[in-house]
C-alpha cells in the first residue's frame, strides 16, 4: 500500500471491506485475531516453517503467481519475489491476457492468481458466496473464485458456515445476527486454510468544492453509483 499504491487503498485482512464488515469490526478483529503477523513481515519465522517442511536454499518451493497486465501487481509481485526469496520461496510472476487468465483459473492450471472483485450489492454475502468451497470448484463452472477448496476441516467449517447464511435470510434481527456470525466464520476459515489472501481494499477519494451538493459514496464506494444531478449554491 505504502510503496506501490501510494497510500490509495487499505491493507487487507478479510474478503468482506470495511463498510460492511459485520458489527463494523474489520479492524478490532484483524488486531486481536489474525494469525500471520498482521501488518508486520517475520521472514525469521517463515524461513523456520518452510525449513520445517523440508525447504532449504538447495530446494526452495517454487510456485508461479499468474496476474493480468497491470503496472501495480508487477511491482506487487517483484517485492513478494525478493521477500519469500529469503524464506526459502522460488516465486515466479508471470502476465497474461485478462481472458486467458480466467479461462486458466477456470480449469485449475493456475498455481496462484491475482484477481479482484466488483460485487453487485453491498453486503458480506456478495463476497464470501465466492468462498463457499463447493462453488470453488474448477472441474466444471465454478460460481465462486477458482480455488478447489476442500477435503479440510477449515473448509467443512466454511461450507457448515455458508449453509447457516443461506438458511437465515429473513429480515429479522435474530437471523441477521446468525448470518453475521456465519460471515465472521468464513473469514476464519480462510484464515487457518489461506486459500485466499486478501490484498487491499480500494479507497475512492474525491474532491470537495464549498457551495457544490455531490452524492456521497456509499459501502461500495464509487462503485455502480448513479446520479445525474449536482446543486450547487452561490
Same mark, same amino acid.
Given at each position: 500500500?505504502?510503496?506501490?499504491?501510494n497510500t490509495r487503498a487499505e491493507p487487507a485482512a478479510h474478503l468482506t471491506p470495511p463498510?460492511?464488515?459485520?458489527?463494523?469490526?474489520?479492524?478490532?478483529?484483524?488486531?486481536?485475531?489474525?494469525?500471520?503477523?498482521?501488518?508486520?513481515?517475520?521472514?525469521?519465522?517463515?524461513?523456520?516453517?518452510?525449513?520445517?517442511?523440508?525447504?532449504?536454499?538447495?530446494?526452495?518451493?517454487?510456485?508461479?503467481?499468474?496476474?493480468?497486465?497491470?503496472?501495480?501487481?508487477?511491482?506487487?509481485?517483484?517485492?513478494?519475489?525478493?521477500?519469500?526469496?529469503?524464506?526459502?520461496?522460488?516465486?515466479?510472476?508471470?502476465?497474461?491476457?485478462?481472458?486467458?487468465?480466467?479461462?486458466?483459473?477456470?480449469?485449475?492450471?493456475?498455481?496462484?492468481?491475482?484477481?479482484?472483485?466488483?460485487?453487485?450489492?453491498?453486503?458480506?454475502?456478495?463476497?464470501?458466496?465466492?468462498?463457499?468451497?463447493?462453488? =470453488?470448484?474448477?472441474?466444471?463452472?465454478? !460460481?465462486?473464485?477458482?480455488?478447489?477448496?476442500?477435503? =479440510?476441516?477449515?473448509?467443512?467449517?466454511?461450507?457448515?458456515?455458508?449453509?447457516?447464511?443461506?438458511?437465515?435470510?429473513?429480515?429479522?434481527?435474530?437471523a441477521r445476527q446468525t448470518r453475521e456470525r456465519a460471515y465472521v466464520a468464513m473469514e @476464519?476459515?480462510?484464515? !487457518? !486454510?489461506?486459500?485466499?489472501?486478501?490484498?487491499?481494499?480500494?479507497?475512492?477519494?474525491?474532491?470537495?468544492?464549498?457551495? @457544490?451538493?455531490?452524492?456521497?459514496?456509499?459501502?461500495?464506494?464509487?462503485?455502480?453509483?448513479?446520479?445525474?444531478?449536482?446543486?450547487?449554491?452561490?
Amino acid at each position: 500500500v505504502d510503496r506501490v499504491l501510494n497510500t490509495r487503498a487499505e491493507p487487507a485482512a478479510h474478503l468482506t471491506p470495511p463498510p460492511i464488515y459485520p458489527g463494523g469490526d474489520y479492524r478490532s478483529h484483524a488486531d486481536s485475531e489474525y494469525p500471520y503477523s498482521y501488518d508486520a513481515t517475520e521472514l525469521a519465522k517463515a524461513r523456520s516453517v518452510m525449513e520445517g517442511a523440508g525447504y532449504g536454499p538447495s530446494n526452495p518451493y517454487q510456485f508461479t503467481l499468474t496476474s493480468y497486465r497491470s503496472s501495480a501487481n508487477k511491482q506487487i509481485g517483484q517485492r513478494l519475489q525478493d521477500k519469500l526469496g529469503a524464506a526459502h520461496i522460488d516465486l515466479r510472476y508471470e502476465e497474461t491476457q485478462f481472458g486467458s487468465l480466467l479461462n486458466r483459473a477456470r480449469t485449475g492450471d493456475v498455481d496462484s492468481y491475482f484477481l479482484a472483485w466488483i460485487p453487485e450489492y453491498p453486503r458480506p454475502d456478495n463476497f464470501l458466496k465466492n468462498l463457499n468451497p463447493p462453488a =470453488t470448484q474448477t472441474d466444471g463452472s465454478p !460460481d465462486g473464485f477458482y480455488l478447489n477448496w476442500g477435503g =479440510t476441516a477449515a473448509s467443512q467449517a466454511a461450507e457448515q458456515a455458508w449453509q447457516r447464511v443461506q438458511s437465515n435470510m429473513e429480515p429479522t434481527a435474530q437471523a441477521r445476527q446468525t448470518r453475521e456470525r456465519a460471515y465472521v466464520a468464513m473469514e @476464519v476459515a480462510n484464515w !487457518d !486454510d489461506v486459500v485466499l489472501l486478501p490484498l487491499v481494499h480500494p479507497v475512492d477519494e474525491r474532491f470537495a468544492y464549498t457551495g @457544490v451538493d455531490v452524492e456521497p459514496f456509499g459501502g461500495l464506494g464509487r462503485t455502480y453509483q448513479e446520479y445525474n444531478s449536482v446543486v450547487k449554491s452561490e
